[in-house]
């Protein structure tokens, strides 16, 4: 079983409506990063957490340490939102190597 | 600010062949990072490095080896290139394991 799994793999959406991308992990964190990668593969971070909430635009995002879960949601959706959207757990024992990537939620808005 | 300067963006090897892949930042961060994707899987992490002169293997290290003689520079090498290194290199790096992660363009490899 992977530690960090999202959900779902993928997603299609219409212009304009909300989007929740999950992620759930299965060991102790110290903070938890959502990315976007571009459909030309560049990676861009969103966010970093490790607790509460954080807006930034029309994205937020969550964490909920006990219940080992974070979400990612979008607002007022628009095609150019079409990405991968990775979640990646740094590990609480704080070595450099362990971030942990998730596979990725494949987004698409359609206009 | 230029940020993480990944080259090349695209290559393709011979079996056998040996390269080097460039990482270069400006913002003096002292965590520099190699991972690779492969299709359908999470980032994996090659090497890292906290500081000029120190490296350490992650997670997938077999084929790869990597030199931090300053704090600007963390290149990759591949000696006798295998199909099996096929894959997308990004180079990233962070100020601190605490801090937000900077990421390459990426370096798409093919091993023929």
């Known amino acids: 079983k992977n530690e960090v799994e999202q959900s779902p793999q993928n997603l299609t959406a219409q212009e304009g409506e909300f989007i929740t991308i999950n992620c759930s992990y299965s060991v102790g964190i110290s903070a938890l990063h959502w990315l976007q990668q571009h459909p030309g593969g560049g990676i861009v971070s969103l966010f970093m957490l490790s607790s509460g909430k954080k807006k930034h635009g029309r994205l937020i995002a969550t964490i909920n340490i006990q219940e080992k879960h974070s979400s990612l949601h979008i607002t007022a959706s628009h095609p150019r939102d079409s990405a991968v959207y990775i979640c990646?757990?740094?590990?609480?024992?704080?070595?450099?190597?362990?971030?942990?990537f998730g596979s990725g939620t494949q987004l698409t808005v359609l206009p | 600010n230029a940020g993480v300067t990944q080259t090349p963006k695209f290559r393709i090897l011979k079996i056998g062949q040996s390269m080097t892949l460039q990482c270069a930042q400006d913002?003096?961060?002292?965590?520099m990072y190699w991972y690779r994707q492969d299709p359908g899987m999470g980032l994996k992490l090659i090497y890292y490095s906290v500081g000029a002169g120190i490296t350490d293997k992650g997670e997938v290290p077999n084929g790869y080896n990597v030199s931090r003689s300053t704090t600007e520079d963390f290149p990759l090498r591949l000696e006798l290139a295998a199909p099996s290194q096929t894959s997308v290199y990004f180079c990233a790096s962070s100020y601190s394991t605490g801090s937000g992660y900077t990421f390459g363009s990426g370096t798409r490899l093919t091993v023929v």
């Open positions: 913002m003096n961060h002292n965590y």
């Open positions: 990646a757990v740094l590990l609480s024992s704080g070595s450099a190597r362990q971030l942990t």
